[in-house]
């Protein structure tokens, strides 16, 4: 394979995984209460990882981490083990839309 398309196909896969994590904080801001969507947090790991192994230290990197802990928390809500739910799902929609501002657009 050549560089270029090399290139190009590593741009469009990083450009995939940065849209699963706004996919996923998203699903998450918006989902019922009490209801966090199976698998999610599993598909946001798997992104955070995937952009770390293709672009290490890459600003998303630490954005994307940032939502998985928000999303963690937002789960031990929940759970009942706190009463801040609303509280982290506005947390978790500010860090979405920080995402989104922060994000080249590939066209």
């Not at 450009?15 to 209460?33: F, K």
Request: hydrophobic share 50%.
């Amino acid at each position: 394979m050549s560089t270029i398309r090399q290139m190009a196909n590593d741009v469009g896969a990083k450009h995939a995984w940065l849209a699963y994590v706004y996919e996923v904080a998203d699903a998450v801001a918006d989902a019922p209460a009490g209801n966090i969507p199976p698998g999610t947090t599993s598909v946001l790991h798997r992104a955070i990882d995937a952009l770390k192994a293709m672009a290490p230290g890459d600003d998303h990197i630490a954005r994307a981490e940032a939502m998985s802990l928000t999303v963690h928390r937002l789960e031990w809500a929940l759970l009942g083990r706190s009463t801040d739910a609303a509280a982290l799902r506005r947390q978790l929609r500010a860090q979405s839309r920080e995402w989104i501002e922060a994000t080249p657009l590939f066209h």
